[in-house]
């Protein structure tokens, strides 16, 4: 167990809908990251917060959105789904805001299914 | 841009040793990590390299070549538990979130 809660660990949902996504970091870590896994693609990186403040974005699409609440909780927002969007989806915190040095602790994952 | 290029599928024997290696293109670097992944599983932190060299820990061992922009991980004594997807990661500019490659797929038959 890593620390990092993530819920629902799975959901079915309808093309065009919207769907959120919830992360609880480790106790005492500032930063949440979400990674988008899907077969052809690998691990991709999503957005970064660091102590609430966006502090790198990556493939994130317009459609999709995140933020990072005063008690370090983070929510993605996935908005007008499309099949594309099936995936997993993983949050991951650590202590500081920079991931080199420092390990980067995953939670168990959200398997999200458009259908 | 970023990349990270490692080989999609290694096969090997229980007991055997197994390099799986990573190529990097990174702006600026900030070390190299390695994760592992079970089947629908999390990825778990096996390794890092921030200097040039080989890092042990127990049956893993990972090493780093900064100047060829090159590294594996090692595994040595393979069990049929270490059948799973082996990812490395470098952090993206400026060291901040980390940048996974495609993974490698290790399978360990009997």
């Known amino acids: 167990d890593s620390g990092v809660t993530q819920t629902p660990k799975h959901l079915i949902t309808a093309t065009g809908q919207r769907v959120t996504l919830r992360c609880s970091p480790r106790s005492g870590d500032l930063s949440v990251y979400w990674y988008q896994q899907s077969l052809d693609q690998g691990l991709q990186f999503l957005i970064q917060?660091?102590?609430?403040?966006?502090?790198a974005k990556g493939n994130i699409l317009e459609r999709f959105s995140a933020q990072q609440f005063p008690d370090l909780h983070s929510e993605l927002n996935l908005s007008s789904l499309e099949l594309g969007d099936s995936a997993l989806y993983f949050c991951?915190?650590?202590?500081?805001?920079?991931?080199?040095?420092?390990?980067?602790?995953f939670g168990e994952g959200s398997w999200l299914t458009v259908v | 841009g970023q990349s990270l290029e490692q080989p999609s599928e290694v096969t090997a024997v229980e007991g055997a040793i197994v390099q799986i290696n990573c190529t990097y293109q990174t702006s600026g670097f900030y070390g190299l990590s390695w994760y592992q992944q079970h089947d629908g599983g999390a990825p778990t932190f096996l390794s890092y390299n921030a200097l040039d060299g080989l890092e042990e820990t127990g049956r893993f061992s990972s090493f780093l070549s900064r100047s060829d922009s090159y590294g594996y991980l090692l595994l040595q004594e393979l069990q049929m538990k270490d059948s799973a997807s082996y990812f490395c990661a470098a952090p993206r500019e400026a060291g901040t979130a980390l940048i996974f490659g495609k993974g490698t797929t290790l399978s360990v038959s009997s």
């Open positions: 991951a915190s650590s202590v500081a805001s920079q991931a080199s040095g420092n390990t980067i602790y």
């Open positions: 917060y660091y102590n609430g403040e966006e502090r």
